[in-house]
Each structure stands twice: as C-alpha cells, then as structure tokens.
C-alpha cells in the first residue's frame, strides 16, 4: 500500500523545498521529492540554484574578483603581490564544497521539520478517491499517495538550434561552471545574466571574452540608463559585445567551436573560439512528470498553466517557480512555495510580482525594483528622477569602487516610489531597502529622511532620494 502524504513536493529546488518546510510547518505530513545526485550518486537538493545556478557561480564570481583584485588592484591599497597564480581545480573544487555545504544544508533543513524525502524522479502516475498518486523512480521505485501536490521542476537551459550542448565544447551553465582550465578566447551566445556573469569570471581569469547577442539593445529589460552605463564599464573591463547578431551556424571540432553569424549590419562574420557558453535563456522543466496521466494542463511552451494563486486546471494541484509563468528567479519561486503552503491551509498567501528584485552579480552589480524610466514613459506616468553617483560617497572611496549610481523614479503627484534602480557595489544588498520601500508604498521624501548610517554605501539611496526634489547634500 503506497504512503500517503496530506502534501507531495516534485522537485526540491529553492521553490520545492521551501513549499515542504513551510507545509510542514503549518501542520502537514509532508513529502518533498528530488532527483538531483551529487558527485557520489547521493542526494543533492537545491535544484540549478544550488548545483549549476546561483550558488556556483557567485562562488566562482567571488574567486575571480579575488584574483582580479590581486593582480590589478592590491598595489593601489600598498600591497605588493607578485607571480599571482590562479589555480583553477583548486578554484573549482571550491565552488563544488560551496555546492555540497548548501546540499547538506536542504537536507538537514527538511529532516529538522520533519518532511520526508524521496530520492528520485516523481511522476504522475493517476489521481483515484480524492488522491494522486506519484512515482519516485529512484535507487528503488516506489508510489506515494497525497491529496495536494505542488509541482516545483524548474526550468532547462535552452539550447541553439542546431546547436546542442555536449558541455565539452558547447556549455549551457552546467558546463561553465565546470570547466578545468581557462580557455585562450570564450564565446557567448546571450548577453543576459548568465552570459555576463560567466563571461566576467573567465575575463577576469585571462579568457578573450567575445559576447554575442540577437537584441539590438542591451540589458533591455533594464532601466536604459543603468543599461547603457554598464555596457561602456564592461567593454572597459574587456568585454567584446556585440549587439544585433543573427547567428547562422555552430560547428564544433577537436580545435574549438566556429560561430557564422550576421553582425547588425547584416555582414557576414565568423567568430573562432576555444569554448562557446549558449546562454539564450530557459524552459519550463516538465520532463518525466507525465502530466497526461491526470489531464494536468500545459501551455504551447510547456510550462504548466496556473492562475494568480498558482493553482492548475486540477483541483489541490499546484506549480510554482521556474515551470509556470513569470520571471524564472530562485527568490520568485520562494516566495511562491511558501503562498501555495499558506493558502492549503486556508491563509492568504502574498506574491507581488511588482517587488521581486532583479540581480547581476557581475562587478559592478546590477539590481532593480519596480518599473523602468521606459516603461514609466510608455505608459504616460508623469514622474521625477533622482541619481546620485558612487562616485560622491565616501564608503565607495574607501572601498576604491566607485562606479555607477543609484536612481530613484517617483510618481510626479503623490512622491510614491515606482522603481529603483542601481548600478554599483553591493547592488544585491542595497536593493532590499528599495524593495520593502516600494512594497509598503514609501515617498521619495520617506527614504530621503530617514537617518543612514555613515559612511556606507547606503547614503547613496538616501542622497537619490533627495535628488528626487532636487536636494542632494553631497552631489
């Protein structure tokens, strides 16, 4: 008789484990189910997150700008730092015990609240009396039972049409985050997060780093200014990118990777590079899950379809993160597993997709909440800016980083906060004042007069906030 369970998890990424703790913590005899093995064959929750995402590669970001620091910037600080060596299997081991702590760390985490845990691949298997009953493919397989399930599988990298991955030659994130070596010259398909992040690691390392990207804009889902602002630091850095590309042909070989492709002229180009990351974005994850077997309703790109409350066509079945619609963030499908838990328990679960904040971790960082200075002109909203530059705060002085700003938009009428945006050090930190800002509905003159410690970074949101009105006291 198979074991049933009041909440059945599919996928232990940061929305699937996050969905069990919660439900198990309003009272639920809950089950989360994972097939993620580390390098052992054991279990390694935490989805492309902890394994190839987000985890991973801040590790490697942070080893990079490490090594950047040393060779190019202790000597301003009066530190002589001679025959600097990266050693890049040491770097990646690193990253893989990074990996490992945060595996450890879900699975300590979900015995402590008392979810029980499934190595394997769940799938649908029927729905009978008011229950689904599910497959774990694993080591051994088994059929479990339960009468809501929350399906968390996160997403795929998409691959280039006639390009697939081999993660030798041609790497989805997966691949660049495992290579051994730093190649002589790196192409990139796709100049969104992963492309920029993954390009400034190996960069920083000593790679030739050429960025193709389709768009004729860059960084378009961000503010233009923020935009326009990092590519010229990037290309600083010593990134080629290039804007408007339409790629034509891949061919991989023993000597490297060939890209032919139209630049934004229409020319004709050829792009020869030792490794090539195809970064160009990524697909609901739905995978083995069988969701015929109980009529469980995809769209025409295979994501499951869900309403504003993340429900299916299916009664108590629910999906969350990365395999339905909206931003494809670990946090969005964090704060989604936690709504779905709350509201089987009849609470009132809260998701507002206007607060989710955007990160790239590339250096400087690059975040944003709320809407763009283009998306305020395209809908008519009368506004004011406020921008108040690095440059002019003492902390980032001190640091020795002072490049970018912090931009703030504020209804023109009311004062009330509609975006944020921030290019600069610590942007993923500083972020988060913007964010409780615009969730609680503050005024420019809000954050303007609250007391900011000094010095820090943070004065910077305040000093924008007081160019908002025109009144800054350090610019």
């Known amino acids: 008789m198979s074991?049933?369970?009041?909440?059945?998890?599919?996928?232990?990424?940061?929305?699937?484990?996050?969905?069990?703790?919660?439900?198990?913590q309003l009272g639920f005899n809950t089950a989360c189910i994972d097939e993620w093995k580390n390098a052992a064959g054991g279990p390694a929750p935490g989805g492309t997150c902890t394994n190839v995402g987000c985890i991973p590669s801040k590790a490697l970001l942070q080893s990079s700008e490490h090594y950047d620091h040393a060779t190019h910037h202790f000597a301003d600080h009066g530190i002589s730092a001679k025959d600097v060596k990266m050693d890049v299997a040491k770097m990646v081991a690193r990253k893989d015990g990074?990996?490992?702590?945060?595996?450890?760390?879900?699975?300590?985490?979900?015995?402590?609240?008392k979810v029980s845990f499934f190595h394997g691949r769940g799938s649908f298997v029927a729905a009978k009396?008011?229950?689904?009953?599910?497959?774990?493919?694993?080591?051994?397989?088994?059929?479990?039972?339960?009468?809501?399930?929350?399906?968390?599988?996160?997403?795929n990298p998409r691959a280039l049409p006639g390009a697939a991955f081999d993660e030798e030659n041609i790497l989805s994130n997966d691949g660049a985050l495992r290579l051994g070596a730093v190649p002589k010259k790196l192409g990139v398909i796709g100049s969104g997060v992963i492309g920029l992040e993954m390009g400034s690691?190996?960069?920083?390392?000593?790679?030739?780093?050429?960025?193709?990207?389709?768009?004729?804009?860059?960084?378009?889902a961000a503010d233009e200014g923020v935009a326009k602002e990092a590519l010229k630091v990037f290309t600083k850095q010593g990134l080629k990118i290039e804007l408007g590309v339409k790629i034509s042909d891949v061919k991989s070989g023993k000597k490297g990777v060939t890209v032919a492709y139209a630049n934004a002229k229409g020319e004709a180009q050829e792009l020869a590079v030792d490794k090539l990351i195809v970064s160009i974005g990524r697909v609901a994850n739905t995978i083995g899950l069988n969701p015929d077997a109980v009529g469980l309703k995809l769209d025409e790109r295979g994501a499951i379809v869900v309403d504003g409350d993340c429900k299916t066509n299916l009664s108590n079945v629910w999906a969350v993160g990365d395999v339905v619609r909206g931003p494809m963030l670990a946090h969005k499908a964090e704060e989604e597993g936690v709504a779905v838990a709350e509201r089987i328990a009849g609470q009132h679960g809260h998701v507002n997709f206007n607060t989710i904040p955007y990160v790239i971790y590339t250096s400087p960082e690059i975040a944003w909440v709320g809407r763009t200075e283009q998306q305020l002109k395209a809908d008519g909203v009368a506004y004011k800016a406020g921008q108040f530059p690095f440059l002019a705060n003492g902390r980032a002085r001190a640091l020795g980083d002072t490049t970018g700003f912090v931009k703030i938009l504020a209804d023109a009428k009311t004062d009330e906060i509609l975006g944020v945006h921030i290019i600069g050090p610590q942007a993923s930190e500083l972020i988060a004042e913007a964010v409780m800002a615009i969730e609680f509905r503050a005024s420019a003159e809000d954050i303007a007069r609250i007391c900011h410690a000094h010095p820090s970074l943070s004065e910077s949101t305040k000093e924008a906030a007081l160019a908002v009105d025109k009144r800054t006291l350090n610019f």
Do not use: C, M
């Open 201 to 220: 690691v190996w960069r920083r390392l000593g790679a030739e780093v050429v960025i193709l990207e389709a768009l004729p804009a860059f960084l378009g």
């Open 98 to 113: 990074v990996v490992k702590q945060n595996n450890d760390g879900i699975l300590y985490l979900l015995k402590k609240n």
């Open 3 to 24: 074991k049933k369970f009041d909440v059945v998890v599919i996928g232990g990424g940061p929305g699937g484990y996050i969905a069990a703790i919660r439900a198990a």
């Open 129 to 155: 009396d008011g229950l689904y009953e599910i497959k774990v493919a694993g080591a051994a397989e088994e059929v479990i039972a339960a009468k809501h399930v929350i399906v968390a599988t996160g997403s």
